[in-house]
């Protein structure tokens, strides 16, 4: 969580969060991980990119405020918790409801988690795309992940497909278009 302004208004400058927040749902605490270089409110976004970082750009546009055309990269902590699990066999372009995708990784034994993230769709600072769907999958030599049955749990379009190992580090996410 970043950006935004506790000042009067949608984009006053002069209230500019520029703290970066991570939540974590097991304690229900925020931990602050990052402070932003410059005031990011109107029009500002954060984006999740395929290596794990967070991009965080944009602001401005409204009522006489700077527009920053520049932009920070962040590495959030999960990536320098140990070595990231690696996705080694290819990945289709295009996956259907209820599909099975087999998935090669040296890694197979230690991952605990798979998901979809969606691509952001952010405007004035709010991604009214996000969506996490955890997928089901077995471990062997390989991982086998069952696609989400249905549209109602991840509606078609492009995603980033993760592994996850035990210590909660991520691979970097292969892309594809779910339909």
């Known amino acids: 969580m970043t950006g935004g302004t506790s000042g009067n208004g949608f984009n006053n400058p002069v209230g500019g969060i520029r703290n970066a927040e991570i939540w974590n749902p097991a304690t229900g605490l925020w931990s602050l991980v990052s402070y932003s270089a410059v005031v990011r409110i109107y029009h500002g976004a954060a984006l999740l990119l395929p290596d794990g970082r967070v991009l965080y750009t944009g602001s401005g546009d409204a009522s006489g405020s700077t527009d920053e055309k520049n932009y920070e990269l962040f590495s959030p902590p999960y990536l320098f918790k140990g070595p990231r699990p ?94």
């Open 86 to 179: 690696v996705i080694t066999g290819a990945v289709p372009g295009r996956m259907t409801y209820g599909q099975t995708l087999k998935l090669e990784t040296p890694d197979a034994a230690s991952i605990t988690k798979v998901t979809l993230i969606r691509f952001s769709s952010v405007t004035h600072a709010f991604d009214q795309g996000a969506r996490l769907v955890p997928l089901q999958f077995s471990n062997g030599k390989s991982l086998t992940i069952a696609m989400p049955g249905s549209r109602n749990l991840a509606p078609p379009g492009p995603y980033m497909l993760f592994i996850v190992n035990a210590d909660g580090v991520p691979s970097e996410a292969r892309i594809l278009l779910l339909n």
